[in-house]
């Protein structure tokens, strides 16, 4: 999967991903390749990314959104903290 995390100011994150987890509004959840279609609110929290190669990345978002389509995860977030 490919995933972009933005901000208003820059590009936090852009690169080829296995799973990223992220502070939805009602709880914590993941997205894995081949996720349906999905667009959703985000609250302030953690999110935890798996790269191709195995490793980790965490940070704290303010609040945003997540898009995936076809397997592109777009994360648009307010800030990172």
Do not use: C, W, Y
């Not at 999967?1 to 100011?9: H, K, S, Y």
């Not at 502070?23 to 790269?51: T, Y």
Request: aromatic fraction near 4%; glycine fraction near 10%.
């Amino acid at each position: 999967m490919n995933l972009v995390v933005l901000t208003p100011e820059k590009e936090i994150f852009h690169g080829e991903i296995t799973s990223v987890k992220v502070p939805g509004i009602s709880g914590q959840f993941e997205i894995l390749k081949n996720h349906a279609p999905i667009v959703a609110a985000l609250g302030q929290g953690e999110v935890r990314i798996l790269d191709t190669k195995g490793e980790k990345m965490t940070f704290k978002i303010q609040k945003g959104f997540i898009e995936v389509l076809k397997n592109d995860v777009s994360l648009l977030v307010q800030g990172v903290i």
